[in-house]
Nanobody
Framework: QVQVLESGGGLVQPGGSLKISCVVSENIFNFNSVNWYRQAPGQERDFVASINVGGRTDYADSVKGRFTISRDGAKNTVFLQMNMLKSEDTAVYFC?????????WGQGTQVTVSS
């Protein structure tokens, strides 16, 4: 069973930066893509960023230019570097790994942007 574990969330001031991590229990190159989503209270879970097996990245319009997704294959880890954080970035951030229609989710890590 594939396991996905997020970490690195916390409280950060507006304009600050935070880097969160997603560790997958298997070689991340076995997956079509690894993705970040987020869910704010009372909201739906929304796509944030993805990186596919070839290294192509994609971002939601709301985070382009501020967030960067990257990976360390040796550590089976995908990162999300978040800069210029805004209060509206406050959410639980989830990592998803998928192979075609099969997907595995982590439990999420809370990111709170507040002064």
């Amino acid at each position: 069973q594939v396991q996905v574990l997020e970490s690195g969330g916390g409280l950060v001031q507006p304009g600050g930066s935070l880097k969160i991590s997603c560790v997958v229990s298997e070689n991340i190159f076995n997956f079509n893509s690894v993705n970040w989503y987020r869910q704010a209270p009372g909201q739906e879970r929304d796509f944030v960023a993805s990186i596919n097996v070839g290294g192509r990245t994609d971002y939601a319009d709301s985070v382009k230019g501020r967030f960067t997704i990257s990976r360390d294959g040796a550590k089976n880890t995908v990162f999300l570097q978040m800069n210029m954080l805004k209060s509206e970035d406050t959410a639980v951030y989830f990592c998803r790994a998928n192979i075609l229609s099969r997907q595995w989710w982590g439990q999420g890590t809370q990111v709170t942007v507040s002064s």
